[in-house]
């Protein structure tokens, strides 16, 4: 929830699921300061476990999670010679590290086996690659009243995703995006949506999804170590609602 919180601040987002924003219905310092709250409280209840490997992973996922993922992806706004491996590589710290670490979290406080752990955390990771990969899709197939914010708004802000990525393999799409970026401050909202809706019908939509159900395969796979009773069902639910999700 921190992240969350954060996260609409970096991206100048007033709307999160169609509701306002920390930082549109207040300002961007409590914004920042409630998710520093927020996030401390997790700090504090986590103080309880008395497991010096849980602290060790949740610490270094913090640091990836930072680092790797949002800060990279600064870096790269607007950047339109990015590649597939580094948008793979952004999208594994910012969010497919912090899904893995959760369900490993849970592996080592219950003092499972390593090989249960270690199915737990390929689990998360696939899952959270997936489920990155589904959101950047949503955001050119969804409508704005399902995505609670504008369709496009990631390349608005020149967050470049892999649907984008797959789609500047027609030159006329990249030398549109070009076209839209090097406005960036006054950006067109009529040719953004033209760009939208080329990306849209693209095919590149498709190769995307086939990269997401790739991943959701792998954590399926990963299942197949665990016994099988409840827990397994849920987390098999769970991995079926990403893959069909709309919103």
Not at 167 to 187: T, V, Y
């Amino acid at each position: 929830m921190a992240s969350l919180v954060h996260d609409d601040v970096i991206d100048d987002s007033d709307t999160r699921r169609g509701k306002p924003t920390v930082k549109s219905h207040w300002d961007n310092q409590i914004a920042m300061l409630t998710g520093d709250f927020i996030f401390a409280k997790a700090l504090q209840q986590f103080t309880d476990i008395e497991y010096p490997r849980a602290h060790q992973i949740l610490s270094k996922t913090m640091v990836e999670l930072t680092i790797g993922g949002e800060i990279e992806q600064i870096r790269d706004k607007f950047n339109y010679e990015q590649n597939f491996r580094s948008y793979l590589r952004r999208i594994r710290r910012k969010t497919a590290l912090l899904i893995s670490s959760s369900c490993q979290l849970g592996a080592v406080v219950a003092e499972t086996s390593s090989e249960t752990e270690k199915a737990l955390y390929n689990y998360g990771y696939y899952m959270g690659m997936s489920y990155q990969i589904i959101d950047d899709i949503l955001d050119f197939t969804a409508t704005e009243k399902e995505l609670g914010k504008p369709s496009g708004s990631d390349l608005l802000q020149g967050n470049i995703t892999l649907p984008v990525l797959y789609a500047m393999e027609n030159p006329q799409i990249k030398a549109s995006i070009i076209n839209l970026f090097a406005n960036k401050e006054q950006m067109n909202q009529v040719e953004l949506k033209r760009v939208v809706e080329a990306i849209a019908k693209s095919g590149a939509i498709e190769k995307a999804r086939r990269v997401s159900n790739t991943y959701l395969k792998k954590a399926y796979h990963s299942l197949k170590k665990l016994p099988n009773n409840q827990s397994k069902s849920a987390l098999e639910n769970i991995a079926n609602f990403i893959g069909n999700r709309k919103i």
